[in-house]
């Protein structure tokens, strides 16, 4: 079992920048993959960036490379998702995701969910 808290949300201006974190407990945390996911009201939830076991394989969305940035540090068990040059549309609920092996860069493979963090951008 792994449980996922997710934190750093919160109200910013267009062209801003936010970090979230989400914490990962359980014996094994470090071995997994993780996912940042976002759903905006009355849509999908979509796929923003993953990040294998190791930190060493990373994947974007093309709707934020260049602008966010993934990373692990597994002794502290924690994933970060630097988000900078913030857009309206990026406006959503951030959820973070755990599964072991490798990364998928779509939802439904992942085991474990946060239970997510506000992000909103004011244009």
């Known amino acids: 079992q792994v449980q996922l808290v997710e934190s750093g949300g919160g109200l910013v201006q267009a062209g801003g920048s936010l970090r979230l974190s989400c914490a990962a407990s359980?014996?094994?945390?470090?071995?997994?993959?993780m996912g940042w996911f976002r759903q905006a009201p009355g849509k999908e939830r979509d796929f923003v960036a993953a990040?294998?076991?190791?930190?060493?394989?990373?994947y974007y969305a093309d709707s934020v490379k260049g602008r966010f940035t993934i990373s692990r540090d597994n002794a502290k068990n924690t994933v970060y998702l630097q988000m900078n040059s913030l857009k309206s549309e990026d406006t959503a609920i951030y959820y973070c995701?755990?599964?072991?092996?490798?990364?998928?860069?779509?939802?439904?493979?992942?085991?474990?969910w946060g239970q997510g963090t506000q992000v909103t951008v004011s244009s």
């Open positions: 990040i294998n076991w190791s930190g060493g394989s990373t």
């Open positions: 359980g014996r094994t945390a470090s071995m997994y993959s």
């Open positions: 995701a755990a599964r072991p092996g490798a990364i998928y860069t779509i939802s439904t493979p992942y085991d474990y």
